[in-house]
């Protein structure tokens, strides 16, 4: 069996350059899971590492498949240097850990929360899953294994979350852009909603 990890680490420092921060996180009945961070100009951005290691599967499934099944890495990106945004290491590795933990699917359109804010003050405890391509590309594996993609997570404030429950994840990304939201500010207040 193939190991997926060394392969997209060096995609991710191909796609945002050298991290310049590493932390792991293991949970009980879940494999370590890393968080990277790199810098670009007023940017830093969070990788997971680990998730991908194991393929996600359906939690109606009886027993998990282990070569086939969707891999992902999750990235969030904010801007530097506004808020103490390096304590959401911890809920990052809470997140890449949940198909392991909890048995769920994480994919474009979903909403994961971490039930308390992502760093000290945020005025964020969810994230919006965004689809995987921009910032850095799907990493195609030896069939019979998926591709890992890369998966952007946009911070919802609570108001957005609710209101993304009701209209979905495109009327709420549509909303973001109409008033030119900078999802990267770790500040940011939710965007109109009426």
């Known amino acids: 069996m193939v190991d997926v990890l060394p392969l997209v680490e060096a995609r991710l420092r191909t796609a945002l350059g050298e991290p310049d921060a590493r932390a792991a996180v293991t949970f009980l009945g879940a494999d370590r899971v890393e968080v990277l961070r ?5 940017i ?12 996600m599967s359906d939690p109606t499934a009886m027993l998990a498949d282990p070569v086939e099944g969707p891999r ?14 390096d304590k959401a290491l911890r809920p ?5 850990a949940s198909p392991q933990v909890e048995g769920v699917v994480v994919a474009p359109g979903a909403s994961l929360d ?12 969810s994230v919006l899953v965004a689809e995987a391509g921009g910032l850095v590309e799907d990493l195609d594996l030896d069939e019979p294994l998926d591709p890992v ?11 957005e979350a609710a209101w993304k429950r009701v209209h979905g994840a495109q009327a709420l990304q549509e909303r973001w852009l109409t008033h030119g939201t900078d999802l990267r500010d770790p500040a940011r207040t939710s965007v109109p909603l009426d």
Request: glycine residues 8%; without cysteine; aromatic residues 8%.
């Open 92 to 96: 990052l590795a809470v997140l890449a």
């Open 114 to 125: 971490v039930g308390e804010p992502l760093w000290p003050g945020a005025p964020f405890s």
């Open 44 to 55: 830093v951005r969070y990788a997971t590492l680990g998730m991908s290691a194991q393929p």
């Open 149 to 159: 993609r890369f998966l952007p997570l946009l911070p919802m404030t609570p108001n």
């Open 72 to 85: 992902a890495e999750l990235i969030l990106s904010v801007r530097g240097g506004l808020a103490d945004t």
């Open 38 to 42: 790199f810098h670009e100009d007023d």
